[in-house]
C-alpha cells in the first residue's frame, strides 16, 4: 500500500486579492502523536498547532528558512513548541503529552482547557536577516486556529482566517488532521471580505471533510468555486534534525567539571531529544573524550 502524502496547497483567487491554503496532515501529527505517545486532547492541540507551522513552510522562501511557533498557555499541556523549516520538515511536542479532559460543551476534545486561555502565542521567522523576526500576541481562545486568526491580524495586519483540525481515532491513532488559511491581501473590497466570512462560517471543519475524503484542493474550491488559481503543492513530513553528534556537542557545552561529575556519579549518560523522543547512550569512554575537547 502507497504512503499517503501530507502536503499544503498553495494558491491564489478573488482576481489575487486572496492568497489561499490547504494542508493535510495526518501522517505527519500521527508520527508526532506515535513518538511522543500524547493522549487525545494533546494529540489535538499540538496537531494543530504542528498544521499551522506545515501551512506556513510554504511561505518560506528558502530551504535553510525556518519557523518557530509557540504556544505558552496556562492549560495542563505546558507549552506546545513546533518548528517548521523551507524544506517542509516539522517537528514539535508539548510539554505535558499525558492530559485528559472531559469533552467540551460541543461534545469535543476540549484543546482550549488543555491549552489554556491566558498565556501568550509567540512566531519566530528566521530568514537569513541579521536578527529573526519575533511576533507575540496574547492568547485569546486557546482554539489555536482563533488564536492565529488574532495573531495575523494584529502582528502581521493581515486579516486572516484560520482553521485547523484533527480526528483522532478510537484506538487513539489519527484519523484526519488537516487546515486553512486565507490571507485577505490589500485592495480586497469590504463585501469580499463579508462574503468570504460568511463562506467559512459555513464550512464543516476541515478535519471531517478530509475524513471524508476531500483533498486540499477539492476544500478550496468550496471556498472559491469560481476564480482559485492554485500556485503549488509542496509536501511536508514529521523530520527531527537531532543527531549523536549535536547531543555531543549539548554534552560539550556543559563543560569539563560537569562532564567529570557525570562521567564519576553515572558512568555515563543517555540524552532524550525533546523533539523526536529518539534517545541517545553515552559511554563513559565517549563522555570522556567529550571531556577532553570541552572547555574549562
Excluded at 44 to 61: F, M, N, Q, W
Excluded at 203 to 215: E, F, I, K, N
Excluded at 261 to 290: M, P, R, T, W
Aim: net charge negative; proline share 4%.
Amino acid at each position: 500500500m502507497m504512503k499517503e502524502m501530507d502536503y499544503v496547497v498553495v494558491a491564489t483567487a478573488r482576481g489575487g486579492q486572496v492568497a489561499a491554503y490547504a494542508a493535510t496532515t495526518r501522517g505527519l501529527v500521527e508520527e508526532m502523536r506515535r513518538r511522543h505517545d500524547t493522549w487525545p486532547v494533546v494529540t489535538a492541540a499540538l496537531g494543530r498547532v504542528a498544521t499551522v507551522g506545515a501551512i506556513l513552510t510554504s511561505t518560506l522562501k528558502e530551504e535553510r528558512h525556518q519557523i518557530t511557533l509557540q504556544v505558552n498557555g496556562d492549560g495542563p499541556a505546558g507549552r506546545i513548541l513546533v518548528v517548521a523549516t523551507g524544506t517542509g520538515d516539522i517537528r514539535g511536542y508539548a510539554d505535558e503529552p499525558h492530559v485528559h479532559l472531559p469533552l467540551n460543551e460541543r461534545n469535543k476534545l476540549d484543546v482550549s482547557g488543555a491549552v489554556g486561555k491566558n498565556g501568550s502565542l509567540y512566531v519566530i521567522k528566521d530568514l537569513g536577516l541579521k536578527e529573526p523576526y519575533r511576533g507575540m500576541v496574547p492568547i485569546t481562545s486557546g482554539e489555536i486556529g482563533e488564536d492565529f486568526t488574532y495573531y495575523f491580524a494584529v502582528s502581521e495586519q493581515t486579516p486572516s482566517a484560520v482553521a485547523v483540525g484533527v480526528l483522532v481515532d478510537v484506538d487513539l491513532s489519527v484519523l484526519a488532521a488537516g487546515g486553512i488559511l486565507i490571507h485577505i491581501l490589500p485592495g480586497a473590497h469590504d463585501q469580499d471580505i463579508a462574503e468570504l466570512e460568511q463562506i467559512l462560517s459555513d464550512l464543516p471543519a476541515v478535519s471531517s471533510l478530509l475524513r471524508d475524503g476531500l483533498t486540499p484542493e477539492d476544500i478550496l474550491y468550496r471556498v472559491f468555486p469560481r476564480d482559485l488559481r492554485i500556485l503549488e503543492r509542496k509536501e511536508v513530513r514529521f523530520q527531527c534534525n537531532c543527531g549523536k553528534d549535536r547531543l555531543g556537542r549539548v554534552l560539550i557545552s556543559l563543560g569539563k567539571q560537569e562532564l567529570e561529575n557525570l562521567i564519576e556519579e553515572q558512568g555515563h549518560a543517555e540524552l532524550v531529544c525533546h523533539f523526536c523522543s529518539e534517545k541517545y547512550y553515552f559511554s563513559g569512554d565517549e563522555l570522556k573524550d567529550l571531556r577532553d575537547h570541552a572547555l574549562s
